[in-house]
């Protein structure tokens, strides 16, 4: 099975506090993402990557940056934390599938951060 | 903007009734759509999808039904299960360009025992 682990469940980080959120995936998946889910907005896409060395912005790319320097790693970071940036943070990697079915998503258990 | 819509954030049924969520979209590009279920402190697992030329797809207990023409997709579970208490996502897909999925807001689903 496809692993995506990111490496810490809970963050309580301070406001303007430089943060690394860390993912890493286990089956050479080229694409991976990085969502962040809050009531009432369901998951919004930050920042994904299809290559090494390559990032687009998603949906709220304000506030962050993300870093892909090896193929199973990808980082998401907060420049400057923010109490707007309290979330859950979900990242995902996917793989084609079928014609049919296009991409398969697989999702990490989340990071929580509080951002105080 | 909400291209993806799940207007009710939370649903109770009881066991072995039929469980309906609903989802609703606006982008008529999408043409792939996507269900699925969370549980607290783990990620979302991939439960059923439907391609935008059919208009139902069954597996098991989960049934996704699409109204193109209305742009409102459901998922049906008979029975309903304790298990089945998540928090359900429906996403949608675009044709073109990359293949980044567009999630929902999300519905709460409570099974009664």
């Known amino acids: ?116 | 903007d909400q291209q993806v819509k799940q207007n009710s954030p939370s649903l109770s049924v009881q066991e072995g009734r039929i469980s309906i969520l609903n989802c609703d979209y606006t982008n008529s590009m999408f043409d792939y759509f996507l269900w699925y279920k969370k549980y607290p402190a783990e990620g979302p697992t991939f439960l059923i999808s439907i391609s935008s030329i059919k208009d139902k797809n069954e597996d098991g207990r989960f049934t996704v039904f699409l109204n193109k023409s209305a742009k409102h997709l459901s998922l049906h579970i008979v029975p309903s299960q304790p298990g089945d208490s998540a928090v359900y996502f429906c996403a949608a897909r675009r044709v073109q360009g990359n293949e980044k999925l567009t999630f929902g807001t999300g519905t709460r689903l409570t099974i009664i025992p």
């Open chain 1, 1 to 116: 099975d496809v692993k995506v682990t990111q490496s810490s469940r809970y963050l309580v980080k301070r406001t303007g506090e430089k943060v690394f959120l860390e993912c890493v995936q286990d089956m050479d998946h080229e694409n991976m993402f990085w969502y962040r889910q809050d009531p009432g907005l369901g998951l919004r896409l930050i920042y994904f990557s299809y290559d090494v060395k390559m990032k687009e912005k998603g949906d709220i790319p304000e506030g962050y940056s993300v870093s892909r320097e090896k193929k199973e790693r990808f980082s998401l970071i907060l420049e400057s934390a923010s109490t707007n940036q309290t979330s859950m943070y979900l990242c995902a990697s996917s793989e084609w599938v079928s014609e049919t079915f296009g991409y398969g998503y697989t999702f990490g258990s989340g990071t929580r951060l509080t951002v105080v």
